[in-house]
């Protein structure tokens, strides 16, 4: 078990982008949260500090409202590597795939429970009764019948789904049901995701979001992406010595230091040549071998512009399984290439051994991308598209899960209807390759709509909010709307935050 630290952050810093407006409004849900809240603890738990779309929001969610004066903390569960194949089966049944295809039966489910006792005892040791618990997940759903039992407040945070049940889903869904329905309350990414079975009280809506500060998406000039980019071996060029910084969470100076490891014939030739970007973690529902061949077939369409597939290095997620032999797949399939098409595809392993300046890289690659691609066969949310809609970039997506929520047709974006169509992906890149007026415009847009919908300040009022449905001495749901205002929402797009 991990105690991860938190930093402190100001939402002062957010008002040039929300407007003071928003700001006040946010300082006025935090007052009314820290009178609620009573001196209570609020856990946030879940099974990894670094990699994937929890973690990432976690670090800045809770550092925004450890500065606000709530006294929040983040636990990281442990787990075996038997534990983790379970888990990561769950997940893929979950998005209403077999992923291993092995089973989900009493073994399994013995395994689950032992490692998940393990937890609890350490966790047990630290939760207070009455304290607030947010489980994220499936790694750490098992927790909620003893954390009930001690006198908590438990709520569960799934942040996957998928938007019809199917057979593996609802596998999966059995196999969790006994957990998720000792948990006080369920919080989803859309209400598609909502199981059947779960009292639609206990319900409640609230898509995630990114931190306009935080290290990924701070302002970055153009010559420090370049330089990063140099940095890290991506890019042609001789990087100096300058321009590689960034501000760390704590706002003390970065500066990016390590490479990344790149299977490529030789960097892209220069700066101006078009980069087409997907970033994810290296997963099958990605389909980063997908986008691969979706650039190598039609590359005669693409002009000069190269493509990158950029994830953490798969050795260092340590509750995903799966990322080294995606990964190797990737490689292998990039190997078969013919030359002309090897030498314009970069397959890019970022290091994960400081995770700010892991951010820092991202940032710069996805600021420096002439187009964002998120090829996913399924997805939660799409945490990468938020990122990219918020710098502005056109983007071509697959119209599955959250991605939806973001992105409409046309609007903010090319979303592909088949996320399978390696050829329509295509067709959508080669279109804002070639329209760069079309591609501004949908920059602006999506700019724009992740301003307004999909920034933590919307996140944390919603979840602020569902305090107001806690009552703090039975430790039951008081499922009645807060009382001074009503603004307890239980449906994800009526929550905005206007931009200033
Ligand atoms: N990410 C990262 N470093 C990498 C690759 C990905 O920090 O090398 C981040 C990415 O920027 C995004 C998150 O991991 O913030 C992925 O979240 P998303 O919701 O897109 O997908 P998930 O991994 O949760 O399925």
New binding site residues.
Partial sequence: MQDVPISRLSFDHLSPIIGTRSAARLRNVIDEARAVLDGRIVWHINSTA????????LQTLLAYERGAGLDVRWLVTDGDAPFFNLTKRIHHRLHGQNGDGGLLSTHEQKHFMRVTERNAEQVLAAVRSGDIVILHDPQTVGLAPALRRAGALVLWRC??GQDEMNRAADEAWQFLRPYVEQAHACIFSRAAYVPAWLSSESAFIIP?A?DALSI?NQSMSRTTARNILTHIGLLAGNPGSGGLEFTRLGRSPGRVTRRAEITQTRPVPGPTVPLVVQ???W?P??DMAGVLHSFADQRHRMGDAHLAL????PRSVTDDPEGLRVFQDCVAQWAELAPAAQERIHLV??P?AD?EE??A??NAI?RHAAVVV?KSLR???????T?AMYKGRPIVASKVGGIQDQIADGVHGLLVNDPTDTRACADAVARLLADKALARRLGRNARRRAIAKFLGPRQLIQLLDLLYALDGTSNKLRLTNRPKNGRRNRSATSATISGA
């Fill in positions: 670094q990699g994937g779309g929890v973690a990432e929001m942040h996957i995630p990114i990924k970033v994810s973690r997963d529902l990605k950029v994830g953490p290095d392993c970022l994960m995770i892991n951010a890289m991202v996805q998120q997805e939660g949310f799409g945490l990468t598209v990122e």
